[in-house]
């Protein structure tokens, strides 16, 4: 049995958004994330920390808030903590925790997934991982509990809120590229490149990995796409909607000597970017899925046996990254190869982020300073 103690509650400190919505629901005119201070007791396990956060938010949590993600074993429960992109200072320690090399001051990170049993093949798919904000209380609030075997060390050069964006959109990117064993040299078309996923992908596929990147989005996203390190941007509003895309994927062909992108890595969380992915493909290409659209669950459009196996398709899922992923994400931002488009807000203006974020008007991210 793993020793407890209590710790006092912090009077004054802001407190967890709460989302109590029912499945399905997806508000479009009235939406409400309410700040309340917690009357609990922390309890720290033998191996918790606890620290104070500075927290990114994330798409993902709108669609755990909304209970938009139909997949998701069951809805999110009321009065669940949301956030899982938290950095911050360790502050207190289990008994057992300066096991693992963590300190009081030590800044770490609080990831998607929360915590795993550490022995699975690979730990972003442990059956007894916890995810922040849905199966455990996540990054939404001034204090938060992280197991300290698996909370990520934030490199000294690197800001707490440039830091927190790479925790999950970061991860999540560089693991879909990885999975697309896409090359030097090779092409990989971003779908969504100017969104909080996608314009991280855009950096770390052109910068970091050294691919030739095709950036799709809505044309007010042009620059950040071109910024971020595409060599070409195409507007999605410029071709047909009634084609199933196949306007678009002729122009990704012809920027790629008539040959089609390595592979198709979809940001978005959109069904008809997954229909049109498909014909965007060479021959071996490889299409990750990354975005997760929301509402009843929709097969990939144009996605035919016959078309998979003349052209040696792959269709790759990709949820987030490994702890060493990360570590080896976040040195990249330590040295300046990527860095977040983000903008910083306080704790009282989540609920305006989510309304911008559901009408798509968000370029990059937007961190929570909990300070």
């Known amino acids: 049995m793993a020793r407890m103690f209590s710790e006092p509650r912090h009077r004054g400190s802001l407190a967890p958004i709460h989302m109590p919505l029912d499945r399905g629901s997806r508000p479009r005119t ?3 994330c309410t700040l309340h201070e917690s009357e609990r007791n922390h309890d720290l396990l033998e191996t918790d920390t606890w620290f104070r956060t500075h927290s990114g938010v994330c798409h993902s949590d709108f669609g755990v808030m909304t209970n938009a993600w139909k997949a998701l074993p069951y809805p999110t429960q009321p009065g669940q903590v949301g956030g899982h992109e938290g950095v911050g200072k360790v502050v207190k320690l289990g008994p057992g925790a300066d096991m693992t090399g963590i300190k009081i001051g030590d800044r770490v990170g609080i990831k998607w997934v929360a915590s795993a049993c550490g022995t699975c093949r690979t730990d972003v798919c442990c059956v007894k991982g916890k995810v922040s904000g849905y199966y455990t209380p996540g990054t939404f609030q001034q204090y938060v509990l992280g197991p300290a075997h698996y909370v990520t060390p934030i490199p000294d050069s690197l800001p707490s809120d440039a830091a927190a964006p790479m925790l999950c ?5 560089y693991a879909a590229l990885k999975r697309s064993r896409a090359r030097p040299g090779n092409w990989v078309v ?15 596929s052109s910068r970091g990995l050294g691919h030739r990147v095709i950036g799709i989005d809505h044309g007010s996203k042009k620059d950040l796409v071109l910024k971020s390190g595409a060599e070409h941007f195409l507007d999605i509003t410029e071709f047909p909607s009634n084609d199933n895309g196949k306007a678009l994927a002729e122009k990704v062909i012809s920027l790629t000597d008539g040959m089609g992108a390595h ?3 979809v940001c978005t969380a959109s069904n008809a970017a997954y229909a049109q992915a498909v014909s965007f493909l060479r021959m071996n290409g490889a299409l990750v899925c990354v975005g997760v659209p929301e509402n009843d669950p929709v097969p990939i459009g144009a996605a035919f046996p016959a ?7 792959s ?9 060493q992923e990360a570590i080896e994400v976040l040195d990249f931002a330590a040295r300046g190869i990527i860095s977040t488009h983000f903008g910083v807000e306080k704790m009282d203006k989540l609920t305006e982020v989510f309304e911008q974020m559901e009408k798509g008007q968000l370029q990059g991210r937007v961190v929570l300073d909990l300070s």
């Open 30 to 32: 009235s939406m409400k």
């Open 169 to 173: 959109a970061g991860i999540t990117v």
């Open 190 to 204: 971003i779908s969504g490149a100017g969104g909080g996923l996608g314009h991280l992908a855009t950096q770390l």
């Open 263 to 265: 592979a198709v890595i």
């Open 307 to 313: 078309t998979l196996i003349l052209k040696q398709l």
């Open 315 to 323: 269709i790759i899922g990709s949820a987030v990254g490994t702890r």
